[in-house]
Nanobody, 120 residues
Framework: VQLQASGGGLVQAGGSLRLSCAAS????????MAWYRQAPGKQREWVAR???????NYADSVKGRFTISGDSAKNTVYLQMNSLKPEDTGVYYC???????????????WGQGTLVTVSS
């Protein structure tokens, strides 16, 4: 399973960006899709999660500003980021919990990351 993230860039505080992450390869099913981020000098942190058949969950720091959504037909997850703040700066990684085959167990897969820079 390969994940290709895109949509990062430089934006001023208060602006918006939309990240996309498309999963490809041998995929039997995807049970969860999520976004994480890593700010310079900090550990990677969870941002938002979308479980199959469940409501999305958000970290408190982004609640009300970010929206995660998915397109199961395209095996793609999105992250709409509004009202961006300088502290949202970091590399954003997509993550999926997927099964490659009907007989295989689920495992986590990570994208390569896309850089988001929010200027003040």
């Amino acid at each position: 399973v390969q994940l290709q993230a895109s949509g990062g860039g430089l934006v001023q505080a208060g602006g918006s960006l939309r990240l996309s992450c498309a999963a490809s390869g041998s995929i039997f099913s995807i049970s969860a899709m999520a976004w994480y981020r890593q700010a310079p000098g900090k550990q990677r942190e969870w941002v938002a999660r979308l479980l199959s058949g469940d409501m999305p969950n958000y970290a408190d720091s982004v609640k009300g500003r970010f929206t995660i959504s998915g397109d199961s037909a395209k095996n793609t997850v999105y992250l709409q980021m509004n009202s961006l703040k300088p502290e949202d700066t970091g590399v954003y990684y997509c993550n999926v919990l997927a099964r490659k085959y009907s007989y295989s167990g689920a495992r986590n897969y990570w994208g390569q990351g896309t850089l988001v820079t929010v200027s003040s």
